[in-house]
């Protein structure tokens, strides 16, 4: 990341013709962030829609989706991190978003309620609290899957979710208790609500705003770790970890560092995502919120970062849009109480989701995009 | 003592729906190499299967019917197993474990809801004719649901082992868990290798849902109960059939003491600790023995 | 990175900082109308509702939060659900709120009994409706207290917290778990002398409210008390069934849900337990009878409520079971969807006659009512919300008995009474505040 090498690369980017996507001209292009001039092009165009367009053009109760969309996808990338780059199969997320969220809670809470809360109400920093807390349970775990291997490190994070479940219940002066709750972390900025409505925005701009702001952030710092040497160590260890201790990548190292970037990213979406929501409830913490996460970056397509955010936006969206269903498709019942009414297909869609798109399309969303322009870029000759 | 002796005949109780069901993982394991996260919607479905043909074959004298509803509806799961095995899990062969056991989850989740919706809003009776009843045993109290459960268990585990042991596909389905491909070049079909153990899986879970639901009735979380076996099996050993029976007795006499003593003892540990006690007992198995206590340590080659 | 892609990213994030500066003006639509009509904001519309098309003046929407598919109320929130759905229906079919239709089957939600997903269903249908027809749970409903509070959206609970008396825009019918608890606990001592009571609950609103209460009664009868807290779920009740096993109360209060209830009761019974529970109106299901913990129930159970059953014969229960129809098997929720909505359907009645329909003027004609008509269903002084709550608060408790050859399972054994203990409560704060 020298001055040097940048200058070198952008004089080579200059030479990139339109319409070759996977074209390199040199190594050092390959390795570039956004690696292709459509890349770049259609990067900035998202967000600089996301940025401009959403936020005005779109009613509040879609924003406020968005918000824990873009929240929800920071955790993904977190678990992509872990998963998808390094290999290490985790279903305890939620075990780390829970202590993001409730050390954010904890923090930021008023102070001598039921439940505890210090008053710090300054968002940058429980934000960070809620990373680097996660974090260090990430890391305090990780020796643990270094230990084991494959479906039994599968498991025993899944015995983590029970044993954290259990431990938010019974700590009832942090957690409020199952079935209670206590209020999400305030999202509090130089005296200023962003939850609340204020003179120019509404709370849900403000949220959405906030959100897309640190994903940007978040994905930016992600895509950069995975090209860099950590990165190649965690493909490494992911392929084969023996090959790569005896090339000399220290499995041990890279396994408990990849634990404890996922981990925080982790916290930092789980303290995000409730402040987003505005209560947090112990038992949300369980299986099925590890599953949707799993969902998520499967379904967004495992090792690759835009793929997680479409896999989250798409995984959030998906309750609200089976809602919609009903009005395009009249056999659907909108009795929420029906056998096959919404609420219950869903859930459906999640399960026959994850399986369709494990069997058909292993590279997820991601693996369709790259059809489609795979289809085009062909054109007229696809078939 | 009396209290001791309860506890442990609770515990035993219990203990075989987990042993029914850790086997059930077990099979799946060894035959596919992959853990199975539909064994708890089996369970579900099992036990929803039994409440309705109980009901439809009351005319058949107690406890007879029962027990005639129970071998239906676990072989009405075992199809569904073999359904689920030919139509999702056999095109996936060889794809990367994970991604198969992120399938099951899948189907988990639809096998589950589609039941939900037949439980309906009450809590279902599975129409068992025990109920809550207890006979005393040399001064300990012991619910008959729980004597029935034991003895089940350990007939099922009997022929089960002599299944392996004695029969052609029971020998079969042992050579493909060793070796896929020298088994294949042995003319053993493995396909039929996986259809069974998933169909003998989905019986097991069929009967372990079932027994779990005598004494309160079926609700929509009974499937949670399926995934204590995890900890059966992790303790036992992945791919040890003997481990799984022994896991899963442990967890349940775990559980029953803990939920007995605990509450004296401990009570620090918070209300429910019972409920994941089994998952501490397998963290600190695994610290010690990262392949469980039978399980077979996998030799890695590069 | 490099230099570029940092400016371009810093720039990104900068923009989307400075749109902060295009703000959205004010939301608050709609309404108006020339002399003499009826002010309205959100929540009406000038159309008519799609079913009610000869109710020409508008159209009210009202939403409803329930326990709808997995929560551990499901058995009880559907029937309230249909009974309130059939009640709107009536005061439709006459002619609505003086020409207005009203809608509670557009925006229905399930919260599956818990107060996140509650408040995210909430805020998903909070600009569309005038008020809530329902919204079910003590727990959930605090999780949105204060912002139904901020926006003055008048709400019906599926609830009988002690805390809605104390809130403006809660409109509760009948009297709450606290004083119901007093009243099962003097009713008790009077047939058969207890000297222990437990109370096993739920954390939160709901189970915490009946326990306080409970330990007053307790306390003021002499009687030694304990509570044990017990999570929903049939796999968290390993605690509570120890607990009364091995302190064996002659009295157990019960809040909990049908399900758990049924575990609780059942398994402390099969291990000998022989004490009376006493269970708060949500824990009953008629389901329990036919449970493997049915003979439990029976030998064992009594139940509390602030109520006659589905079955009693005042004219509101009489309207009710016709209007329901022949087909439909008694069940409580439907008499507590049904009572919940009188209070409602006044106010609206009210706040059109102020000539103001806005969330405002509802919440105005609310203060406005000293009496609520519920058809003989409550007793006759019910429905006071223009006083202090300790005046408004109904005291009155009804006591059931487990009863196969009734549809709901239960029959009435001691009518409308209010114990000691209630009636010399001061009630000046809620019995529990989360």
Same mark, same amino acid.
């Given at each position: 990341m020298t001055e040097q090498r940048s200058t070198s690369v952008s004089t080579k980017a200059s030479r990139q013709l339109w319409?070759?996507?996977?074209?390199?001209?040199?190594y050092g292009q390959n390795l570039r962030m956004l690696n292709t001039r459509p890349k770049q092009v259609a990067v900035v165009a998202m967000v600089l829609l996301a940025a401009t367009y959403v936020p005005f053009g779109l009613p509040d109760e879609w924003l406020h989706l968005f918000a824990m969309g873009l929240a929800a996808a920071i955790g993904a990338i977190g678990l992509n991190i872990v998963t998808g780059y390094a290999g290490q199969v985790s279903l305890g997320h939620a075990f780390f978003l829970a202590i993001g969220a409730y050390t954010a809670s904890a923090l930021s809470g008023e102070p001598g309620r039921r439940t505890i809360g210090f008053g710090i109400t300054f968002l940058p920093l429980w934000l960070l609290a809620a990373g680097v807390v996660a974090g260090v349970a990430g890391v305090i775990v990780a020796p643990l899957a270094t230990r084991l291997r494959g479906l039994y490190l599968a498991i025993v994070t899944l015995g983590l979710v029970f044993l954290g479940l259990h431990i938010f219940k019974e700590w009832k002066a942090l957690t409020g208790g199952p079935g209670v709750g206590r209020q999400g972390p305030v999202p509090e900025m130089f005296g200023q609500r962003l939850d609340r409505n204020g003179d120019l925005l509404t709370g849900d701009q403000k949220m959405y705003l906030l959100t897309l702001v640190l994903l940007v952030i978040f994905a930016v710092f992600a895509r950069n770790l995975v090209r860099s040497k950590v990165g190649r160590a965690f493909a490494a260890v992911r392929d084969r970890d023996i090959a790569a201790d005896v090339i000399g990548v220290s499995v041990t190292r890279y396994k408990v560092l990849a634990f404890g970037i996922s981990s925080f990213y982790a916290g930092c979406a789980g303290a995000l995502l409730y402040a987003v929501l505005g209560r947090v409830e112990p038992d949300s913490f369980n299986l099925l919120l590890s599953i949707q996460f799993v969902a998520m970056v499967l379904i967004g397509g495992a090792g690759t970062i835009s793929g997680s955010i479409m896999g989250a936006l798409f995984i959030t969206m998906l309750p609200r849009l089976t809602q919609e269903l009903p009005t395009v498709l009249p056999f659907i019942s909108s009795d929420v109480t029906a056998p096959l009414g919404a609420a219950n297909l869903a859930i459906i869609f999640y399960g026959l989701m994850i399986i369709l798109f494990l069997i058909f399309e292993p590279r997820g969303l991601f693996g369709i995009w790259i059809r489609i322009r795979n289809y085009f870029k062909a054109w007229p000759f696809s078939y | 003592m009396t209290t001791f002796l309860q506890a442990v005949a609770g515990g035993l109780g219990q203990g075989s729906v987990y042993a029914l069901l850790a086997l059930g993982f077990v099979i799946i394991y060894k035959s596919m190499r992959v853990v199975s996260f539909a064994q708890p919607a089996f369970m579900l479905a099992g036990a929803l299967a039994v409440s309705f043909l109980a009901e439809a074959l009351l &005319?058949?004298?107690s406890p007879w019917g029962f027990f005639l509803a129970l071998v239906l509806g676990a072989v009405g799961v075992a199809l569904l197993g073999l359904g689920i095995e030919r139509t999702v899990i056999r095109p996936m062969v060889g794809k990367p474990v994970f991604v198969i056991a992120i399938i099951t989850l899948g189907i988990d989740i639809v096998v589950r809801l589609v039941a939900n919706i037949f439980i309906g809003l009450d809590v279902r009776?599975? &129409?068992?004719?025990? &109920?809550?009843n207890s006979i005393n045993l040399g001064g300990v109290q012991v619910q008959e649901r729980h004597i029935v459960m034991l003895v089940t268990t350990v007939l099922l585990v009997a022929v089960l082992f002599s299944f392996f042991k004695y029969s052609r596909l029971g020998l079969a389905m042992r050579a493909a868990s060793f070796n896929q491909e020298t088994a294949l070049a042995q003319g053993i079909s493995v396909g039929t290798v996986f259809a069974t153990s998933w169909a003998m899986a989905g019986a097991l879970a069929a009967v372990a849902g079932t027994f779990q639901a005598t004494g309160a009735g079926i609700d929509q979380n009974l499937w949670i109960i399926g995934l204590k076996a995890l900890p059966a099996i992790i303790l036992g050993g992945l791919d040890s059939l003997g481990g799984a029976v022994i896991g899963g007795f442990t967890v349940g006499l775990v559980e029953s003491l803990v939920a007995t003593y605990q509450g004296d003892f401990a009570p620090w540990l918070g209300q429910n600790f019972s409920v994941v006690s089994a998952y501490v007992v397998m963290l600190l198995v695994l610290l010690v023995r990262p392949y469980g206590l039978f399980g077979t340590k996998e030799v890695e080659r590069v | 990175m490099t230099s570029r892609t940092t400016q371009l990213l810093a720039g990104l994030s900068a923009l989307a900082l400075i749109a902060t500066g295009c703000g959205r003006g004010d939301s608050g639509g709609g309404g108006g109308g020339g002399e003499g009509a009826v002010r309205t904001d959100v929540g009406v519309t000038a159309e008519p509702c799609k079913d009610t098309p @000869?109710? /020409?003046k508008g159209c009210i929407f009202l939403g409803t939060i329930s326990?709808? /598919?997995?929560?551990?109320?499901k058995a009880l929130a559907v029937p309230i659900t249909e009974a309130q759905k059939k009640f709107w229906e009536r005061v439709n079919k006459s002619g609505g709120i003086d020409g207005y239709g009203v809608d509670v089957t557009t925006y229905v939600r399930d919260n599956k009994y818990n107060p996140e997903t509650h408040n995210q269903v909430y805020q998903e249908i909070k600009s569309k409706v005038l008020g809530l027809a329902q919204t079910l749970g003590s727990p959930t409903t605090a999780a949105i207290i204060g912002d139904l509070g901020d926006n003055n959206i008048v709400s019906v609970p599926a609830s009988w917290t002690s805390a809605w008396a104390f809130e403006d825009v809660i409109l509760e019918s009948g009297t709450n778990y606290c004083l119901e608890s007093m009243n099962a606990i003097d009713y008790a001592v009077e047939q058969f002398k207890p000297k222990s009571v437990m109370a096993v609950h739920y954390p939160g609103d709901y189970g915490e409210d009946a326990a306080a209460g409970a330990k007053v009664a307790a306390e003021k009868n002499g009687l030694t008390f304990e509570a044990v807290e017990t999570a929903s779920g049939?796999? @968290?009740q390993a605690g509570a069934i120890n607990a009364v096993n091995s302190k064996k109360p002659d009295l157990v209060i019960l809040t909990t849900g049908p399900t758990d209830a049924a575990v609780i009761v059942g398994q402390t019974a099969a291990r000998g337990f022989t004490g009376k529970y006493i269970g708060t109106s949500p824990t009953w299901n008629p389901g329990l009878l036919k449970s493997p913990a049915g003979p439990a129930f029976k030998a064992l159970y009594l139940q509390s409520g602030p109520w006659e059953t589905f079955t009693a014969d005042t004219p509101g229960h009489k309207n009710m079971r016709e209007i329901l129809g022949a087909g439909v098997t008694g069940n409580d929720g439907y008499t507590a969807g049904w009572v919940w909505s009188y209070p409602l359907q006044a106010a609206l009645k009210k706040a059109v006659e102020n000539k103001d329909l806005t969330r405002e003027g509802l919440l105005k004609a609310v203060k406005q009512l000293d009496k609520v008509d519920y058809e003989g269903m409550l007793p006759a002084s019910a429905g006071n919300f223009s006083g202090d709550a300790n005046a408004g608060v109904v005291r009155e408790t009804m006591i059931a008995k487990p009863d196969e050859s009734s549809p709901t399972g239960v029959s009435t054994v001691k009518t409308f009474f209010v114990g000691p203990t209630a009636k010399d409560y001061k009630f000046d704060k809620p019995c529990f505040q989360s």
């Open positions: 319409g070759r996507p996977e074209l390199y001209t040199s | &005319g058949i004298p009776p599975v &129409g068992d004719p025990w &109920g809550l | @000869n109710l /020409t326990d709808l /598919t997995s929560g551990p109320f049939q796999d @968290n």
